[in-house]
């Protein structure tokens, strides 16, 4: 009965997590309604009639088609200044010399040659910059919110009206090419495609070449009316090497190239576009609002004269979804109904009219036709959500219905009304503008009050937890009992919720309903606690912090609502860490226990008292203070800076080795790493044996003799191989290949190996009996605690059960060897009996998470488990001996535990933003691909950004093993020597 009651109170406080973090992100990811309507031809898109519909001509809808052909060219992470020419040097200022500078050489000489031909634009894209929701963007108009984000590696089907939609609709035939992405936002919706798998970033070339093995032919054949072909080299270049690898400059070459024969093939009828769906950062990642992740490239050409003046000096920047309504415009199709995007008014300029007021009325009526739609989508929006801004949405609408009189004035009397025409441009993009400002402004508007909610009820659930583990050492605590009540209010809670919902005529929200009914059920328990606190149960007994450790944590607390704290949260981390490490050595001081020493009064078991006043003690805990606040400070040398800080520069030490350019320099780093991981071996070995935890027989044991060094060599040759991929010969490529495939699986398969045998057999200690006459026998005696407790004196004193079960085998074995003198029971492991398994799980699991990183990082997990020991030695210095059961943590160590974990996820170069997520880690071990599978890459993928958290935690168990075993179950009858 107390085992289910544990297990339901278990599940209730996972309950109220789950109804905490859904209270929140339903208040911080946000969404939007996405509706279901098309634009058609049929339906104008707005009151009055089309000014500029050609009656009877082909391909004529709401404006007359300008082109009949577009090829659409997307290369992923084209950031902007990638299509920027190389300047000239200028005398005085430093020259400026980097690999993707002027690689697109074609693309300038045509500025340069055709000038009303050819436009380069900077296209702003709207963030999240992922992908999935780029392609969303370019083909609806609409603006993806952060909950999208999610989408970006399992899409699917796009249900708002799209031009892919439209091009369907009216008959046209689109040919596809590149990223399988786009199969899965439309399926069934081109008319030959071929796809290509995406996910593997680390891939430079298979989706790149087969495009462009069915590019050209399919131009050539002239089946075709729309052609998009998506790129993916740049991007997996950028992700793999970063954008300032020479790999870089050969993609851009190559897409040079790409552009020049497209453009030798294009007829009079045909647009080129040339985009980047986002840019990159300098790391190489997307994914944030950086300017870098925002910036793209925008390149139109055609053969025919396309803009009325020459370019500007300094590129337009214009919005990315201005592209949606004005290639709709272009081709003679309706805009699609979601578009906020505002047409690109230059490029509806009469080039051929000399008529000077014939090329403001082009722009006007293309702003015009887009201006209707968005204010139909508008409304169509407002009455479906209600979630628009009512003074500004009033203050819009009033803006269009005048620059819409406006505009069919003029329509009447054209003749010399080019200034009245510039008026009413400049409203109709004012209003398109606002638009789009209002949209961004309501669809990125937090929910403060579920926000708040959701934090609170986290913060009760964790006040819960510590309420009930302070009850529970009360001699009358039960329970199951206290876990009826909170079941009964949690019900009155829905009843009541369901009563206010039925009374008011309000939607049934069930991320509401489960938090109110998660509410009711821990008022019963918070007002339970809250009368106690007065006389029985004061505030101290409930909250056992101690006052520092408490007002750290309320700085690290408060440090989270100040937004100059959070961009420098890595370095906050570093000052609280090395605040608490000192905090800790100046209580030893204070308590005596530093300078100078005193006399154990109880000498620890398997050490010998000191035998007089010295200060071996006292400077043994001040160099492991000293140590860990180096070690903190090396952990800060790798450190990866905030896109909100231009002036930090990130370490070059987060990068794979791949990415260096230099052999001597890549050998010299591989031998480091490959030393830090020997080192890290060796040290654990080193600790076990000192420890008497590698003379067992025992399967466990064996594996961590064989197993850890096959391990390390596993690890330092797929290491090898992934560094020098790229430069093997290409006889040896299969080969290199297979081989990066199964070493990780099988370094994974080891680790998984050896923690099946140390949950099979966690705990072993060593016993070797000896006479005066006879030879030693050893013996593997195994502890009788297995599987879940059956009682506290199974949780709190493994190791007398230890010595009651050596009674037990060798009581009978005394009977026998009275003759023969004094038996001696050596047992080894005692000193270690749980530390030893928590150390060794903990060096299993580092493993496979060190190949989730950069190679360099290994030296970062070097000083994780460095630091893990110091902490370790330093909090059991100041234990008192006679501290009852060995699962009590302090505390300090919690503390310790939370923000070196926090200063290590830094330190691996993570950062709590998206472009930062390592991504690669998806394809460790699987470099071809996952197929269609998504929980394994986002389990490598978590596994790799929370991964010093995850050994963190289970080194945290180590904290439980602290103290030194229980001696009071002697044998009698022998002389015990216990070894440590």
Known sequence: ????????????????????????????????????????????????????????????????SRFSRVVLVLIDAL???????????????????????????????????????????????????????????????????????????????????????????????????????????????????????????????????????????????????????????????????????????????????????????????????????????????????????????????????????????????????????????????????????????ELFSVVEDSQPHSSALGQATALYLNAQQVFRFLHTYSAAAQDLQVKEFHRLNNLFSKASADYLRLLQSPQGAEAALQTVITELQEFLRGVRAMCIESWARFSLVRMAGGAALLAAACFLCLLIAQWATSPDFHLPPLLLIPVAWGLAGIVACAGLLATTELKLDPVVVGAVAAVGSVLHILWKAWVGWGSKRPLAALLPVPRPILLLLLIRFAAFFSDSFVVAEARAIRFLLGSLILLLVAQLHWEGKLLPPKLLAVPRIGFPAPAGPSGHRGTHALGLGVGLLLCIRLAGLFHRCPEETPACHSSPWLSPLASMVGGRAKNLWYGACVGALVALFAAVRLWLRRHGNLRSPEPTVLFVRWGLPLMVLGTAAYWALASGADEAPPRLRALVAGASAVLPRAVAGLAASGLLLLLWRPVTVLAKATTTTGAPRIRTVLTPFSGPPTSQADLDYVVPQIYRHMQEEIRGRLERTKSQGPLTVAAYQLGSVYSAAMVTALTLLAFPLLLLHAERISLVFLLLFLQSFLLLHLLAAGIPITTPGPFTVPWQAVSAWALMAAQTFYSTGHQPVFPTIHWHAAFVGFPEGHGSSTWLPALLVGANTFASHLLFADSGLCSGSLHPPQASHGLEGVRPQVHF
């Open 1 to 64: 009965m107390q085992k289910i009651s544990v297990l339901l109170f278990l599940v209730w406080v996972c309950f109220l997590f789950y109804a905490g973090i859904a209270l929140f992100t339903s208040g911080f990811l946000l969404t939007r309604l996405e509706l279901t309507n098309h634009s058609s031809c049929q339906e104008p898109p707005g009151p009055g009639p089309l000014p500029w519909r050609s009656q009877g001509e082909p391909g004529a809808c709401w404006m007359a």
């Open 79 to 345: 950031r902007f200044d990638f299509a920027q020419p190389q300047r000239s040097h200028v005398p005085g200022e430093p020259s400026v010399s980097l690999p993707f500078l002027g690689k697109l050489g074609f693309l300038q000489r045509i500025l340069e040659s055709q000038p009303h031909h050819a436009r380069l634009y900077q296209s702003k894209a709207d963030p999240p910059t992922t992908t999935m929701q780029r392609l969303k963007a370019l083909t609806t108009g609409s603006l993806p919110t952060f909950i999208d984000a999610g989408s970006n590696f399992a899409s699917y089907a796009i249900v708002e009206d799209n031009l892919i939609k439209q091009l369907s609709s009216a008959g046209r035939r689109v040919v596809f090419m590149g990223d399988d992405t786009w199969k899965d936002l439309f399926p069934g919706a081109f008319s030959q495609a071929f796809f290509f798998s995406s996910f593997n970033v680390r891939d430079l070339h298979t989706v790149d070449n087969g495009i462009m093995e069915h590019l050209y032919p399919t131009m050539d054949t002239g089946e075709w009316d729309v052609l998009i072909a998506h790129f993916l080299g740049v991007d997996h270049c950028g992700h793999k090497h970063g954008p300032h690898h020479p790999e870089m400059a050969k993609k851009l070459s190559q897409m040079d190239q790409v552009i020049q024969g497209i453009v030798e093939r294009l007829g009079n009828d045909t647009l080129l576009v040339v985009i980047g769906d986002h840019g990159m950062t300098k790391s190489g990642d997307h994914g944030g609002d950086s300017e870098l992740e925002t910036s793209a490239a925008l390149f139109l050409y055609s053969p025919t004269a396309l803009f009325l003046r020459p370019p500007p000096q300094e590129p337009e920047v214009v919005p990315q979804i201005s592209l949606v309504p004005t290639l709709a415009l272009l081709l003679g199709l309706p805009i699609p109904f979601g578009n906020i995007g505002e047409v690109m008014a």
